[in-house]
């Protein structure tokens, strides 16, 4: 059966299981569109997995973020020794947490869990000029490639991106903007919490690398004049779930960027989407929106590293076994005369 069949026909099984019409809500909804992605009317969804993407970004120069830029680093190294935000929400949710290296500034240590893909050590400041060249960004959506397809032999059933970069809420407003043909008012927010003074200096940023853009460029060539490194793995990370077959969930504002880029780049994986959450990070919505996706969770959430995208795993894996529920008949309950 193709996707369109087996919608249909999941839509119809579940008008028949035990519950009155439509009392899942939007989980229903999130039931039939997995059916449809495996093509079977009783979806299964197993070990899950996060890539992590991290990289540095030269933008870091016009004072975009409330942290120093070794905190990129510093936290890649967390995410390795289990101690991070993301390691904990995995253990909850049955995923598997991998690392990959795109552009951190300095050495990593070798790790069973880190893929070392550096490009280069972050990029170059987009309100400067381009963050990256043409090579470089096939480079860093390739590694994400990579990463993916290691997680998939390893057993994942449900991905999901993470992102981790100082810095990374600048170029993913830029990027957001471009693909979207949005204001900077429109896509930038407080990241990781920047005061009045650093909003105008985000919104600053990322005009000045909007005024670069011409209108013959292509998704790539946007993508490296704005970065970041981690932005293009991500874009890759999902490219090689949905050609794989596997239901995508996304993650935050940066996460959900790189998506924006997949999006463009193979309208098709659309269907293989799941907005994880809301973040609070204003350009969210806006992005969400524009793939006509509705968040599961809205916990005003604004960390990345994947969080928000694994939380939601257990509820897609909740969303699966309604469609294992006993229909009316089965079950001997009475329906609606
Ligand atoms: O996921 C989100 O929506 C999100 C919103 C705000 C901040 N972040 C995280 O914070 C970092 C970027 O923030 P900033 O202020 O340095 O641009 C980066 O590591 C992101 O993972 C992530
Ligand atoms: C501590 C810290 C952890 C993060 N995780 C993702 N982005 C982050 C930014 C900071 C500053």
Redesign the pocket.
């Known amino acids: 059966m193709d996707y369109r069949e087996t919608l249909q026909a999941a839509w119809r099984r579940m008008e028949r299981l035990t519950k009155p019409p439509r009392s899942l809500g939007h989980l229903e909804e999130v039931a039939v569109r997995l059916a449809a992605i495996q093509g079977r009317l009783k979806p299964e969804l197993g070990l899950g997995a996060v890539v992590v993407a ?1 990289a540095d ?1 030269g933008v ?1 120069a016009e004072g ?4 120093p830029q070794e ?2 680093r510093q ?1 890649v190294l967390n995410f390795l020794r289990g101690g991070a935000a993301i390691n904990q929400f995995a253990r909850v949710a049955e995923c598997e947490v991998y690392v990959l290296d795109v552009g951190v500034k300095g050495e990593l240590p070798q790790h069973p869990r880190l893929l070392s893909r550096k490009v280069r050590e972050g990029t170059d400041n987009l309100a400067q000029g381009p963050a990256m060249s043409l090579e470089e960004a096939e480079r860093a959506l390739q590694a994400g490639r990579e990463a993916a397809r290691q997680a998939i032999a390893q057993g994942a059933t449900l991905l999901a991106a ?11 407003a830029a990027l957001t903007a471009a693909l979207l043909g949005l204001p900077p008012e429109a896509v930038v ?6 005061g009045e003074e ?1 909003l105008r200096r ?1 919104r600053e940023a990322v005009a000045r690398a909007l005024a670069r853009l011409r209108p013959g460029m292509g998704p790539l060539e946007v993508a490296a004049q704005v970065g970041g490194l981690e932005l293009l793995a991500i874009a890759g990370i999902y490219l090689e779930g949905y050609e794989a077959g596997l239901p995508l969930v996304l ?6 960027s790189g998506a924006l880029l997949a999006w463009r780049l193979a309208p098709g994986i659309r269907e293989h989407l799941f907005a994880g959450h809301l ?3 204003p350009g ?1 919505r806006r992005q969400l929106e524009a793939m006509d996706l509705k968040p599961l969770l809205d916990l005003d ?5 994947g ?2 995208a694994v939380l939601a795993m257990p509820l897609l894996r909740a969303a699966a076994r309604i469609l294992h529920m006993a229909t009316f008949e089965e079950a001997g309950v009475s329906d609606r005369p």
């Open positions: 991290a970004h870091v975009v973020s409330a942290y905190v990129t936290m993470g992102d981790m970069g100082i810095g990374n809420t600048t170029a993913a927010g407080r990241g990781t919490g920047v650093g985000k993650d935050g504002f940066p996460v959900t973040s609070r990070e969210h959430l604004a960390l990345g590293e969080t928000g």
